[in-house]
């Protein structure tokens, strides 16, 4: 996943970190094809977990667009990904309570227009607050919109959830019966059992599509206006904001802005796993999900791009991989609660050694054609070696 | 025939029942570096947060350039012409020290988001310009060596001609700049000195805070002494200087 | 007549909440951060009570319909919320080299740690404290006051406590340095407190008093590994309502949260009772939403007056 990152130089110009990273993700990748070839890893659970890891990136990045280049402490990111989740659910599903059975592209539409709904509605009165009353007051509104959605039963369902909702592409030409027009196919793999690919496996390929589109264009877009004069006034305003301030810029503008333009990647990440997983419930909107974003975009580094999507594959497979160890025998232990301590542990453990993230922004960020040469890399990254001083 | 910049009158602010701005009136004309002296709590640091834009007075008004500029926004302040700098500015984080200048300029159309896409030539010609605008800067203040580090290694003294140079970027009317010379070695002290004196050569009018008197001295004509809120006296440095009430000001305030 | 009952039922409710409130509120004064665990910590005081309790068993001569062992629990609850608190000050806080945004994250990390190793011991499933179960007192019932015997330990020890820390503030030398540094820490540090140790003394009374607060939260409703957590933002509420870093803000706050909570019925006919209002008027919101009330009560707050009701302008 952090292969897309365009700016990424053959492997001897990588930082000694860039290149540990690399090293990880193809040993990862490794055993993942591994476990394919073998037969241990069902192909179509291999491409659901690849769809996980893309909607945590989105999510990822979404935060990364608010924590990370402007220093927003969003505590409401599971309200923002409920509520795309929920926006699709409602407008595609069969058992919708409100008006079912659209196409999804229109759910996409409402679950974006209700996420700018709601990022105005906790941004324009918190955005002007300090930074630590965004986190509470975030926090707060969440549980609020999590409230709402498990009380009000005639709009949601409450805690029964909305089931029924269609793939995203049924219903689009050629691509709605492409599952079933492709014949199953029997492989006999190297390593021993025949892996069959059927149906289930090419609507899985359609879901793994539409998250990479989602994840591509997402970080493409945010590349961009991250190194742009938007953004330099962002990362001004997480470093100082009274010197943004001082300097003519409006910074609750700039803020409400990178604020709601984060909450659209997350509803995306939401509009996605209603069509993942099939069935939405007031589950998806748990303050969890909020932290395990976290942890990725502290992980990957905080305001990198391609530190967020890093972030987010490394938080599935953490998810995924304490499910697969407290399954193991002889291990007393059930998942919730290790996920809970591991994460924990992450947290503080990169608050202390590694505050600035595995793979912290290093490059130069000025509109690019401007700068013709590539600017010297300075002798450490910028941020290398330097904890995340802001207070 | 004067030509005031920044006129301040009968500005009022308390905190919590501790009155730290108390009717304070004075002027700056244009083309003059003014000083804003007085003893620890005199009100220094109030009157320019209330004069920038960053506390709302309780009473009074303040004018840029003949334009009443009292209870807006910083950057709207600064959008009438007034920039100032802060005494103990933050380093920017993950920024080259040119990508901290480019935060200078105003009205940059790279600053909208829409611009960004909907008039990309647009934004890269604006951005082509203020690099080299920065990099001139940087050349003019003798810090180019330093555009491509990270701001985050730079000395203070060295940051604190960054910030100046940024400033000019702005193109302002005036310059508010919070103790220029606070933590700065005394080379660059010099340096510094040397460069304020000539932008104001260059037309640049000047308002600063000060405690290092010699450097007021040096630099300021006039000068203006807060106690207690309000102001004390103004005028020519010698003058002040030799002011009864200034010393006896400073003898019973300071610490 | 309702109305009275609710009353008393926020004045319990309230308690709890400012016993957590005073804690909040003074680490973030004095340790100048929003600590997210402090929730959990209030978690951690009533599991050891659960677990005191449970060794003690229910010998001992009754007070209050409680057995003498409930109150050695309630002890154990405060000093291991306290130790806790003060090991995860030395081992995780203080080498930190970060800002107060930096600790805020941490100690969400805190807070899942303390909220997974409970869960890990005890299940995720919700627990009882092995106490008899009491009937309203009958001599209020006529008053529509349906209050037990455990609703006013909660409330006369939670006033007792509030009534020591009172004193240690105003009347010691310790409580006027704590003070001071809750002010302003800068100051207190330049003025030669050794802040070091007033940071150690307030771990210890917030996390003491989020552990009593937890051991009353859970003999009001039940305990289960989120129970802090779900007051958090409540508690959180109080302390911005009161005025950060103000203990007696904290304590103002505290009541006034509590109070909307369980008072969240009247608001549906508000009519009735106010005069001079049509009886017809009330603001329909479910007692589901006593918390969301509240959260934006706390919001509202925020944007009119971001110092709180008790603090200081400026």
């Not at chain 1, 990862?28 to 491409?47: K, M």
């Not at chain 2, 300029?105 to 790279?110: I, L, T, V």
Request: aromatic residues 8%; negative net charge.
């Amino acid at each position: 996943m952090v292969d897309i990152d365009v700016d990424a130089g053959p492997l001897g110009e990588m930082t000694a970190t860039e290149q540990g990273v690399t090293a990880v993700v193809v040993a990862f990748g490794a055993v993942l094809l591994f476990g394919l070839l073998s037969g241990r890893l069902a192909p179509t659970y291999f491409l659901f977990l690849v769809g996980l890891a893309g909607m945590y990136a989105l999510l990822s990045l979404g935060l990364n667009s608010q924590w990370g280049f402007t220093g927003l402490i969003n505590f409401s990111v599971a309200a923002f990904f409920g509520i795309g989740a929920y926006g699709a659910a409602l407008t595609t599903a069969s058992s919708s309570p409100v008006a079912g059975g659209f196409n999804p592209a229109y759910g996409l539409v409402v679950a974006l227009v209700a996420a700018t709904v709601l990022a105005l509605f906790i941004g324009l009165p918190t955005l002007r607050l300090r930074a630590d009353y965004l986190a509470i007051a975030s926090l707060g509104l969440a549980e609020v919109v999590r409230r709402v959605v498990l009380n009000e039963r005639r709009w949601t369902n409450g805690n029964l959830g909305v089931r029924g909702i269609p793939g995203f592409f049924d219903g689009w030409p050629v691509l709605s019966t492409f599952p079933e027009a492709i014949p199953g196919l029997r492989i006999a793999v190297p390593l021993g059992a025949t892996v069959e690919l059927g149906e289930p496996f090419y609507r899985m390929l359609l879901n793994v599509l539409l998250v990479t589109v989602f994840v591509v264009g997402s970080y493409l877009l945010l590349s961009r206006v991250h190194r742009s004069p938007w953004g330099r006034v962002l990362r001004t305003i997480r470093a100082d904001e009274d010197l943004a301030r001082a300097l003519g810029k409006n910074t609750y503008r700039f803020k409400l802005q990178a604020f709601v333009l984060g909450s659209l990647v997350m509803a995306l990440a939401g509009v996605f796993y209603a069509h993942l997983n099939l069935f939405v419930s007031p589950a998806t909107l748990e303050p969890i999900t909020t932290f395990y974003v976290w942890v990725a975009v502290i992980l990957g580094g905080t305001g990198s791009t391609r530190g967020a999507v890093f972030g987010g594959v490394v938080v599935v497979v953490l998810r995924e991989g304490t499910r697969g160890l407290a399954g193991l025998e002889g291990i007393p232990l059930d998942a919730p609660s290790l996920r809970l301590v591991l994460i924990g542990l992450l947290i503080v453990l990169l608050m202390r050694f590694r505050p600035q993230g595995v793979l912290p922004p290093q490059r130069e960020l000025i509109w690019p054609d401007v700068v013709d040469e590539a600017p010297d890399r300075p002798e450490t990254g910028v941020r290398e070696a330097r904890g995340d001083g802001d207070d | 025939m004067t030509d005031t910049v920044l006129r301040v009158e009968n500005l009022r602010k308390e905190f919590g029942g501790l009155v730290a701005a108390d009717d304070a009136t004075f002027g700056v004309e244009r083309g003059t570096i003014t000083a804003l002296i007085g003893p620890n709590g005199a009100g220094k640091s109030t009157i320019f947060n209330l004069v920038s834009g960053f506390y709302e007075p309780d009473a009074g008004r303040v004018e840029v350039d003949g334009v009443d500029v009292t209870g807006l926004e910083p950057y709207e302040v600064a959008d009438h012409g007034l920039i100032r700098t802060f005494q103990t500015p933050r380093k920017l984080e993950g920024m080259t020290v040119r990508e901290a200048m480019l935060v200078g300029p105003q009205d940059q159309p790279g600053e909208s988001f829409l611009r960004l896409f909907t008039a990309p030539g647009a934004v890269a010609a604006a951005e082509e310009r203020n690099l080299a605008d920065a990099e001139r800067m940087l050349e003019r203040f003798e810090i180019d060596h330093l555009a491509t580090q990270p701001a985050t290694d730079i000395s203070g003294g060295q940051t604190k001609l960054v910030e100046l140079a940024r400033a000019m970027l702005a193109e302002p009317e005036i310059l508010l700049l919070d103790e220029p010379a606070a933590g700065v070695n005394p080379t660059l002290r010099n340096e510094l000195v040397a460069q304020i004196r000539r932008l104001n050569e260059a037309g640049t009018t000047c308002l600063l805070i000060e405690h290092d008197m010699e450097f007021v001295m040096e630099l300021a004509d006039p000068v203006v002494v807060l106690d207690r809120g309000s102001v004390l006296t103004q005028g020519p440095p010698e003058t002040v200087q030799g002011d009864d009430r200034v010393i006896e000001a400073y003898l019973g305030g300071g610490a | 007549m309702a109305a009275l009952g609710l009353f008393a039922n926020g004045l319990v409710f309230s308690s709890i909440i400012v016993l957590g409130s005073i804690g909040l509120s003074l680490v973030y004064g004095i340790a100048d951060f929003a600590n997210f665990a402090h929730g959990d910590t209030m978690t951690v005081g009533a599991y050891a009570a659960l677990v005191t309790l449970g060794a003690l068993g229910s010998v001992g001569p009754s007070l209050f319909g409680l057995p003498a062992a409930f109150f050695l629990a309630l002890c154990a609850g405060f000093v291991v919320a306290a130790l806790v608190a003060v090991a995860t000050e030395k081992l995780v806080y203080e080498p930190l080299e970060i800002g107060s945004i930096g600790l805020l994250i941490t100690s969400i990390g805190v807070a899942f740690i303390y909220r997974g190793l409970v869960q890990m011991v005890f299940s995720a499933e919700s627990a009882r404290y092995e106490v008899r179960q009491l009937r309203p007192i009958e001599a209020l019932i006529p008053y529509g006051v349906r209050v037990t015997y455990h609703d006013v330990v909660i409330v006369v020890t939670s006033v007792v406590l509030v009534g020591t820390l009172h004193v240690l503030l105003r009347y010691t030398d310790l409580g006027r340095k704590m003070r001071a540094m809750a002010d302003n820490p800068e100051l207190a540090r330049v003025s030669g407190i050794r802040t070091d140790r007033i940071r150690l003394v307030t771990w210890v009374v917030g996390g003491g008093l989020a552990g009593v607060g937890g051991v009353f939260l859970g003999l009001f409703n039940r305990l289960s590994p989120r129970m802090g957590f779900n007051l958090l933002l409540l508690v959180f509420a109080a302390v911005i309502l009161g005025g950060i870093g103000s203990v007696y803000g904290a304590m103002l706050g505290g009541l006034l949260i509590g109070m909307v909570h369980e008072a969240m019925p009247l608001l549906s006919d508000l009519g009735t009772l106010l005069p001079l209002v049509p009886d017809a008027v009330g603001i329909p919101v479910g007692i589901e939403y006593a918390e969301a009330v509240a959260f934006v009560i706390m919001v509202a707050v925020l944007l009119v007056r971001p110092t709180g009701i008790a603090g200081e302008g400026g």
